[in-house]
């Protein structure tokens, strides 16, 4: 394999976040040559790379119509793309959570709220009593997400009003378990599991995200919460270089929160050395394949 491969990122992680940066190494190791690309950058010829690996696109959210763009441009292209396009299209809206749902999957339960749509009061009106978490149904980092009782009915409706000018909303029970046992992320890589973490909120907060103060640290997870990740994973119609499942804690079990397929961090740092191997040697199998 004579061409480089190019891991997509954003402007403002050119060089790829510092967690990332160890993969070239491995992958020089293997005599392998990487190197980071922009995504949007419009002088890119991507049919010369041997592969493309979605990484830290995390401005995605905010370009979604471009980035799609991008996205089909790749397969008309016939390149190699891990995660795969189908594979990304699918993820990038939590919608996706409805589909795991259909075939079994334990999900956190959720009201969905299209974008724009005229029934709000209505929707809010029938929640039952409870803290609820309010997000859009595409972002990252914990962006536009909220915490909000259900008796304070005025600010619900101003918050998923304004969410739904631009997007559908996702409307969850806020999980109290969190705030103790935090929530766990599983990654697999080509199907393996490789290393889990748990990330819990800062005080007086409810959001794990680290640019919000949250806290990430190694764990074993319990057999069960593997038990579900792996099968939760063995129920996708979609193929994966690298995965990472989030489990919330729900009362006294878990549920999926997430299943992160396009551009997930996969905490290499809290993988004791060995995960940047692991994610390399996937890597070349499945170009191999």
């Given at each position: 394999m004579n061409d480089p491969i190019a891991f997509a990122t954003s402007d403002e992680y050119p060089n790829l976040?510092?967690?990332?940066?160890?993969?070239f190494e491995q992958l020089l190791?293997?005599?392998l040559a990487a190197t980071p690309v922009i995504?949007?950058?419009?002088?890119?010829?991507?049919?010369?790379?041997?592969?493309?690996?979605?990484?830290?696109?995390?401005?995605y959210q905010y370009r979604l119509n471009e980035f799609r763009q991008w996205l089909h441009k790749l397969k008309q292209l016939n390149v190699k793309v891990w995660?795969?396009?189908?594979?990304?299209?699918?993820?990038?809206?939590?919608?996706?959570?409805?589909?795991?749902?259909?075939?079994?999957?334990?999900?956190?339960?959720?009201t969905w709220v299209r974008q724009n749509a005229n029934d709000i009061l209505s929707t809010v009106g029938n929640l039952s009593r409870g803290d609820y978490v309010?997000?859009?149904?595409?972002?990252?980092?914990?962006?536009e997400t909220h915490r909000i009782a259900s008796s304070n009915q005025q600010l619900l409706i101003e918050v998923i009003t304004?969410?739904?000018?631009?997007?559908?909303?996702?409307?969850?029970?806020?999980?109290?378990?969190?705030?103790?046992?935090?929530?766990?992320?599983?990654?697999?890589?080509?199907?393996?599991?490789?290393?889990?973490?748990?990330?819990?909120?800062?005080k007086n907060d409810f959001r794990i995200n680290e640019r919000h103060g949250g806290q990430t640290n190694t764990t074993k997870p319990p057999p069960e919460a593997l038990s579900l990740a792996r099968s939760t994973l063995q129920k996708l119609?979609?193929?994966?270089?690298?995965?990472?499942?989030?489990?919330?804690?729900?009362n006294g079990s878990y549920r999926i929160g997430e299943?992160?397929?396009?551009?997930?961090?996969?905490?290499?740092?809290?993988?004791?050395?060995?995960g940047p191997q692991r994610f390399i040697e996937a890597l070349i199998q499945t170009l191999d394949e």
């Open positions: 976040p510092a967690d990332d940066q160890p993969l190791a293997k005599g995504w949007s950058s419009p002088d890119v010829n991507w049919a010369d790379f041997a592969a493309i690996v979605i990484r830290s696109t995390w401005d995660n795969p396009v189908d594979t990304l299209l699918w993820n990038l809206d939590k919608r996706y959570l409805q589909d795991l749902e259909s075939r079994g999957v334990p999900v956190v339960p959720t309010i997000k859009p149904a595409v972002a990252a980092g914990a962006r304004r969410i739904a000018k631009d997007s559908d909303v996702m409307i969850q029970p806020f999980c109290h378990e969190i705030l103790i046992r935090g929530e766990l992320s599983l990654i697999f890589f080509h199907g393996s599991f490789s290393h889990a973490v748990v990330k819990t909120p800062k119609n979609h193929s994966y270089l690298y995965a990472r499942v989030d489990l919330v804690p729900f299943v992160e397929l396009t551009e997930p961090s996969l905490f290499f740092m809290h993988s004791n050395g060995t």
